[in-house]
């Protein structure tokens, strides 16, 4: 008999067996860590794409803006829209007081425009002091600091320019001896409201307030361009919840007016646009960055959001000076921008969310 057999036993091929199911199960295994790695990878580099996008957005929008409407919460600030041949939306249609109705520029001279091509001009009659109003109320928040600023210059060196900003009353909220002058060349009007600290609710009657232009003493004429009210200091959100300001919510996507978000207005063929930031919710309660535009035909906020650029959205801040300090060249100061992304901490967490800074200085004037 032949005992020369070249097959294998039973036992060899059990062996066989199990020795290429642990081969096989370390191969898919690291496989699957393979493609677990691929995805993080490609997730955190999608991130980070998202990250720029978003951030290049915004950059953008600041940058391109007219600089007198960045946060301010006055409608048509630098005049350049017309609500029509004589006089700019959202400013009143006359004066009050005795003197000739407001004077609507419309010019490329320095002498009469600071920026742009529109401006508005006061002239006394008699000597006594007449005003302008703007015509939306402008509703304070609790915990922000404001700066009031405004482009400003006599004709004659002798007609005297003032700068008011009134309650519902119409009382004037900042001492008598701020916000006069007779200078013949633009100067910068600049006033922090309140004076120190920052607003608390019920300080003025229902919160609001608005801004009133003066020209008194003689019949000279005095001009005003680039009004703005802003926040000095604009947190939209933060893993700071006291830091918020509660500029957020909506209750009307009709008023151009509501303190909601941080506006800002860029152009578009020459005709100026008004935009905004603020933060919403996604369809699973998570806050997300919203742009929308104001069309002024509809009278409708419009959303033009980027939300899907923005998920995981916790800091989200645009401030002159981060104590709510006034600065010294007032809107001519560069923007800061302080944004975080990262998963939103809740209470009991040590998460870290990083947060980057960028300053912008806007080039339009």
């Known amino acids: 008999m032949n005992k020369n057999n070249t097959g294998v036993t039973l036992v060899e091929l059990c062996m066989w067996v199990a020795i290429s199911s642990i081969i096989a199960a370390v191969v898919v295994s690291y496989i699957k860590q393979s ?14 794409s998202q990250k720029i996008a978003t951030l290049q957005v915004v950059l953008q929008d ?12 006055v409608l048509n600030g630098d005049f350049e829209r017309a609500a029509n041949i004589s006089q700019p939306s959202y400013w009143a249609s006359s004066v009050g007081g ?8 419309n010019s490329s001279t320095t002498g009469t425009v600071y920026s742009g091509y529109r401006s508005v001009s006061l ?9 302008y109003d703007s015509l939306k109320d402008i509703k304070l928040s609790t915990g922000v600091a404001y700066m009031l600023t405004a482009r400003v210059r006599s004709s004659d060196g002798v007609s005297r320019y003032g700068l008011q900003l009134m309650d519902s009353s119409l009382s004037d909220l900042f001492p008598a001896t701020v916000q006069y002058g007779s200078s013949t060349t633009w100067i910068t009007l600049s006033q922090r409201y309140p004076l120190s600290g920052t607003y608390v609710a019920g300080t003025t009657l229902n919160n609001l307030v608005k801004v009133r232009l003066l020209a008194t003493y ?18 939209l959100i933060s893993t700071n919840s006291a830091e918020m300001t509660g500029t957020n919510a909506v209750t009307s996507s009709s008023d151009p007016a509501y303190p909601a978000g941080f506006k800002f207005v860029r152009y578009s063929n020459g005709v100026p646009d008004l935009y905004r930031y603020r933060i919403g919710s996604d369809a699973w309660g998570e806050p997300t960055l919203l742009r929308e535009y104001f069309n002024e035909s509809t009278q409708v906020w419009e959303d033009q959001t980027i939300s899907q650029l923005t998920k995981g959205l916790c800091v989200f801040k645009i401030m002159y000076d981060n104590n709510n300090q006034m600065p010294s060249t007032a809107k001519d100061t560069a923007l800061t ?7 939103r901490p809740k209470a009991g ?9 960028a300053n912008v200085y806007p080039l339009a004037p």
Do not use: H, W
């Open 98 to 105: 005795n003197g000739a109705p407001p004077r609507y520029e």
């Open 123 to 131: 002239q006394s009659t008699d000597g006594t002091t007449i005003t």
């Open 218 to 235: 003689s019949n000279g004429l005095v001009y005003f361009d680039n009004i703005s009210f802003c926040p000095i200091k604009s947190v």
């Open 349 to 357: 967490d040590n998460t870290t969310i990083t947060v980057q800074t």
């Open 62 to 73: 600041l940058r391109c803006s007219n600089r007198t409407s960045l946060g301010s919460l």
């Open 337 to 343: 921008l302080i944004y975080g992304f990262g998963k």
């Open 35 to 48: 493609q677990n790695m691929t995805r993080k990878a490609s997730t955190a580099q999608e991130t980070i």
